[in-house]
């Protein structure tokens, strides 16, 4: 009753979490005609840290706060999740244009394949022969997102092939983040997010600073960021603050690989009915790649779960 009782914690968890990313991206895209990618995301998490840290000291104390000998770990994990990813997720999605939105959220439904790809490397979970199928056959949807059907735009780097490579370095830094999870058993979702979004963002505005310092980045105006204050305050809030806990609560309670495929299966969905509803016109082949990445995450699931009662029958014989 009681695993009945956490699977479905983590299931609820996973469809709030996938409602809340897959309106990230559209609105995001708003805010980024404006600002740049690393200025939105540094504001973003400065915003997010203003809960995530009186909520920890509210809940379990100052001492929540020690990073207990592991600060490089969690430093590392922090930068990969609120850095790298949140900066080149952002970056690809708005070289990409105004089909940005669509493929940044197609990528993150690639996340379960990337996710077993990153077990395979760090716990040597081997792949199975359906997962690599699986594999290919999502690399092959993305591609027909990114490229409309034209195979000849991916010579055309900065528009297509650049986009692309950006954000499947995101998903791989995001996966990497999920399940680093794992090396804090002991440690809520609530304390993991907290010290690695600090973590993250710190790392964040060193490089924004850098960046600045150098000439390769410019600040917003103030009026661009007071224009984009709804923005900002629902990928702070809603897609930083609560979607985020609820996606580390969701890995907890079931496994990092079905928490992504509950979640990234809505993600893509959900961007692209308000993309389309924003006024976008979806081509067919578009669609095509879509449905391609969806169907083959339904199969590799399917294929996954019927693995495991496999094994589960023969360890009780």
Known sequence: ?????????????????????????????????????????????LLASLVFVPLLALKEGRSAFRLEGQGIRVWLLGTLAFTGYNGLVFMGQRLAGP???????????????????????????RLTSITVCCIAFGLVG????????????????????????????????????????????SRSPLRYTTLTCLMGTASNLVVTGAGTGMGWLNPPAWQDVISNLWPFAYMAFIAGVAAVLAWNVACKHISPV????????????????????????????????????????????????????????????
């Open 1 to 45: 009753m009681a695993a009945k009782h956490s699977w479905w914690i983590g299931f609820a968890c996973s469809l709030f979490a996938g409602l809340a990313f897959g309106a990230q991206f559209p609105v995001a895209a708003h805010i980024l005609k404006s600002v740049s990618p690393m200025y939105f995301v540094a504001i973003r998490y």
């Open 99 to 125: 089909s940005g939105p669509i493929l940044s959220s197609v990528m993150m439904g690639f996340m379960p394949l990337v996710t077993a790809l990153i077990l395979l490397v760090w716990k040597g979970m």
């Open 142 to 185: 993305i591609v027909l997102v990114a490229t409309k059907g034209d195979l000849q735009a991916l010579h055309n780097g900065a528009g297509v092939l650049w986009p692309m490579l950006l954000m499947v370095a995101a998903v791989i830094c995001w996966c990497t983040f999920t399940v680093g999870a794992s090396l804090f058993p």
């Open 258 to 317: 079905a928490a992504a495929l509950f979640t990234n299966n809505i993600i893509p969905v959900v961007s692209l009915v308000i993309t389309v509803l924003s006024g976008y016109r979806m081509g067919a082949v578009e669609l095509c790649g879509i449905a391609l990445t969806l169907l083959v995450l339904v199969v590799n699931n399917v294929a996954g779960r019927r693995g495991v009662r496999k094994s589960q029958a023969a360890a009780a014989e």
